[in-house]
T-cell receptor, first 114, second 110 residues
Framework: GAVVSQHPSWVICKSGTSVKIECRSLDFQATTMFWYRQFPKQSLMLMATSNEGSKATYEQGVEKDKFLINHASLTLSTLTVTSAHPEDSSFYIC??????????FGPGTRLTVL | KQEVTQIPAALSVPEGENLVLNCSFTDSAIYNLQWFRQDPGKGLTSLLLIQSSQREQTSGRLNASLDKSSGRSTLYIAASQPGDSATYLCAVAHLGQLTFGSGTQLTVLP
């Protein structure tokens, strides 16, 4: 149990386009999901907390208009990178808690912006 | 603000050696601490989770300890194998959020 999936696993796009990444909890419901970003050779940094039925909470320094988060249902959260630029190229990972203070992670999405 | 530090940043050992990875955190008010493994270009694999009330957890060749009062955790890997080569991350949980360390990149040489 407690499986989290992400789609796509990798994506390459041109600068200026938008990219949508999906995060799904497959066998449990999650009113909250977390989005992380990981640059090469660095650790995971929390970008935002996705809340079902309400607005996402963004960490300091993360542009909410650039990284649009929609928690459409109890099993799906989406992250849309709008007007992507090469500096947005990164590894994006989502997670969902099954228990308080225990998160289960998706396999990640590698975004490359040309 | 919670800060998590892992040392060393990289470690290379010959196969069969026992090794210890270190993790320290600045705020001892944590709910749990978790060790993850990350292979290149991949997501996270949870290895061990230690609740704040626990001192250690074991799984196979892995043993993780937690000293909450001193803000430290160690991950002990016995009889290392080349397949153990990966980046190991520790993360502490507080108020539903995780704070990650920067990781230790482990290479086990055959």
């Amino acid at each position: 149990g407690a499986v989290v999936s992400q789609h796509p696993s990798w994506v390459i796009c041109k600068s200026g386009t938008s990219v949508k990444i999906e995060c799904r909890s497959l066998d449990f419901q999650a009113t909250t999901m977390f989005w992380y970003r990981q640059f090469p050779k660095q650790s995971l940094m929390l970008m935002a907390t996705s809340n079902e039925g309400s607005k996402a909470t963004y960490e300091q320094g993360v542009e909410k208009d650039k990284f649009l988060i929609n928690h459409a249902s109890l099993t799906l959260s989406t992250l849309t990178v709008t007007s992507a630029h090469p500096e947005d190229s990164s590894f994006y990972i989502c997670s969902a808690p099954l228990f308080v203070n225990e998160q289960f992670f998706g396999p990640g999405t590698r975004l490359t912006v040309l | 603000k919670q800060e998590v530090t892992q040392i060393p940043a990289a470690l290379s050992v010959p196969e069969g050696e026992n090794l210890v990875l270190n993790c320290s955190f600045t705020d001892s008010a944590i709910y749990n601490l978790q060790w993850f493994r990350q292979d290149p270009g991949k997501g996270l694999t949870s290895l061990l989770l230690i609740q704040s009330s626990q001192r250690e957890q074991t799984s196979g060749r892995l043993n993780a300890s937690l000293d909450k009062s001193s803000g430290r955790s160690t991950l002990y890997i016995a009889a290392s194998q080349p397949g153990d080569s990966a980046t190991y991350l520790c993360a502490v949980a507080h108020l539903g959020q995780l704070t990650f360390g920067s990781g230790t990149q482990l290479t086990v040489l055959p």
